[in-house]
Every structure is written in C-alpha cells, then in structure tokens.
C-alpha cells in the first residue's frame, strides 16, 4: 500500500497501438494453428502440447523474452505486453508454457539477475525459446512463503512436489529448497515427472520427484524467497489477463449462438431473461477488464501498490471467469454439454485457475491486509 507521503502511480488501463498489433499476431497465428478443433484434438490425444506452435510464438513473436531486458536477450517489453498475450491465450484456452515459463520462471529470474550468476544464462535461454522453465510449486494455491517439501544435501535435491503446472514441457525445474533456489534439469535420471489426471486438461499437472538430484545453486535464503515471491505475484497477476481473455472469448461466442440459434420462430437471444443474464455478463467482463489492465499495468510500472492491484484483479477476475465459463455452457443449451463443443474446456480452464496463485479467498484477506481503513471518528 503507498504510504501517504508517496505519490501514487496513476494507471493507464488502455491498449497502446504496439499491444493492438501484438495482439493481432498472436490471435492470427493461434486461428492458424490452435483454433478449437485443433485444440479439441491435441487434448482428446493426451498431448496438448504442439511445440511448432510454441516455437511460433515464442521464437517466431518473441513473446518468451517479452519480460526480459534487450541486454539479457529478451525484447525488453513490459507486464502489459505479455498481458496481452495471455488475453490471446485465454481466449482460445491454448495448450502452452507462456504463464509457467515467460511469466512466473522468467520473472523470478529477473530478481536475481543483479548477481551475475547462473540465472542470468538461464534466463537468456529463456528469452531465446531454447528452453522452458517451470517454477516447482503446486500450481493450486501456490502461495509465496510456504512450507518447502524439497530438502538439500550438498548440492542434492530430495522430495516431491505435486500438482506442478506445465512440469511435463520443462527442461528445466526451478526448485525452492530449504535453503535457497536451484535449477534442476528434468532429463537427469534423479528426476521423475509423472504426469496427474488434472481437471483442466489444456494445462497438464505433474508430480516431480527428486532422488539426490543433482542442482545447480541460483540464490539463497532471503534472495531465493524474494524471487520466488516476486514471481508468483507476478504470474498472479497476469493470471488475471488469461481469466479475461477466457471470460470475452465465452461472452462473445454466448451472443453470437443466441443470435443464430431460433426458438418458436426468433432468435433465443431476443428472450427478456437471457437479454438480462447477457448484460450482468457484460458488466462483470468490463469490471475483469478494467481490474486485469490495473493489475498488468501496476507490474509494469513497478508500483508500490502492485501487491493490491493484483489481489484486486485476482479475487475479482476468477469469478467472472467461472461465470462466464458457465453461463456459456448453460445457454448454448444441449450442444454446450457435450465434448465436441470446446465450451467445456473454458469452464475446466477457469475452475482450474481459480485457485492457482491464491483462491480468491486468500486474495480478499490480502486485500483486507493491505488497506489501511480510516480510524473511527468520536463523538
């Protein structure tokens, strides 16, 4: 929370032209290669990941360096260009590293770059698309400061991690230890990954295990929490623009079916109460949209008042996501229940990612935290 004395950060929460013209690449080269039939498929095949497209965007767009300085090899973009890459990729709920490895590995990194150590090699590999990295935490609620199941002897790493997102695309884990932060490659033979059954199917969980693996030192105690800390805030709060991007894709198809589709001769668009349900839908999204942008803009201006913003973002944007999600479902009637219609991917995909970083509960009791209400005034 800013203190009083410090001049708050005024934020800008429209889309600059060079955001516009991102956008537009990465939605051209997603309706090429990732529409929903394409997605549909990979899934229905158990391998959602498509590494051509992956290469696309993160080579061919150099969206994996968005968040990354040019002198580290990265395009030295901001939080709110890689916001808009996580619209594009909620909205067409694309099987892809970008949130675990261009956001949360990248960001965490970038903490500790000023050391000139391993991470900053790590980092521009990163930025290359060499390479993806994962932060080893359950991605359900994973929260800063939480307790370590992975211990350290000499440079080894043993224990287990479940529910760890994109863990099966990694090439490298980033693992918060008891006693600071190593990278650990996930083809040693130390290193199990077996894939979980995970509810959202587009973004496969995975238990990592480590038996006396070997890994290589990146920080310690202080540091390593503080760049753990800053790379989940972070990821939480893009997470926001992934849940919008997912909310707009599941209005705007909801008004398009109840325009098409007739019942006793109109369109079922027409009919007072899903008139009603429609526009509630459409406030709420506005509100995501305002919230997410906040929460985007505030990381990328370095914000003394980023940790409220993305708790803002956070406890609101889940929600509209899974209302959405929803009433997409609901009001696309028969056809919306079954599994050739993409409609439940985007409710699995937001049910999922409303507890990822922090159910929005725990957001509300930051918040709560955060700000500072005035003292009761006597009589």
Not at 32 to 54: C, F, I, K, M, N
Not at 106 to 133: D, I, Y
């Amino acid at each position: 929370m800013t203190a009083p004395n410090e001049e708050s950060h005024a934020p800008d929460l429209l889309y600059s032209q060079a955001e516009e013209d991102l956008r537009a690449a990465v939605r051209s080269l997603l309706a090429d290669r990732g529409d929903a039939p394409t997605v549909l498929a990979r899934v229905e095949s158990g391998t959602p990941y498509d590494p051509q497209l992956w290469e696309a965007l993160a080579v061919g767009i150099g969206a994996a360096g968005l968040l990354v300085p040019e002198k580290l090899g990265g395009q030295g973009a901001s939080h709110r260009e890689a916001a808009v890459v996580l619209e594009e990729l909620g909205r067409g709920v694309t099987p892809a590293p970008y949130l675990t490895s261009a956001v949360v590995a990248t960001e965490t990194l970038l903490a500790l770059t000023a050391q000139e150590g391993p991470a900053t090699g790590l980092l521009g590999e990163l930025a290359a698309g060499r390479r993806v990295a994962v932060l080893a935490v359950p991605f359900a609620a994973a929260r800063p400061g939480a307790a370590q199941p992975v211990g350290v002897v000499a440079d080894t790493l043993d224990g287990t991690v479940t529910g760890v997102a994109d863990a099966a695309a990694a090439d490298v884990l980033l693992v918060p230890t008891t006693d600071g932060l190593y990278a650990v490659d996930t083809g040693a033979e130390e290193v199990a990954v077996e894939p979980l059954v995970p509810l959202d199917l587009t973004r496969p969980l995975a238990a990592v295990t480590l038996r006396a693996a070997a890994g290589t030192r990146l920080a310690d105690g202080a540091s390593a929490v503080a760049a753990v800390r800053r790379g989940l805030l972070t990821g939480a709060g893009l997470l926001a623009s992934e849940q919008l991007g997912l909310a707009e894709w599941c209005l705007t198809e909801t008004v398009r079916y109840t325009r098409e589709r007739h019942q006793f001769n109109r369109p079922v668009g027409s009919f007072q109460a899903l008139k009603h349900r429609m526009a509630q839908l459409w406030l709420e999204v506005v509100s995501a949209r305002a919230a997410a942008r906040n929460a985007a803009d505030a990381l990328a201006a370095g914000s003394p008042d980023a940790p409220l913003a993305v708790a803002v973002a956070q406890a609101y944007c889940s929600g509209v996501a899974v209302h959405a999600a929803e009433e997409c479902v609901q009001l696309h009637g028969g056809i919306g229940m079954t599994w050739e219609h993409p409609a439940h991917l985007y409710l699995k995909r937001a049910k999922a990612d409303s507890i990822a970083f922090g159910t929005a509960g725990q957001h509300r009791d930051t918040i709560a935290g955060l700000v500072e209400l005035p003292a009761p005034q006597g009589r």
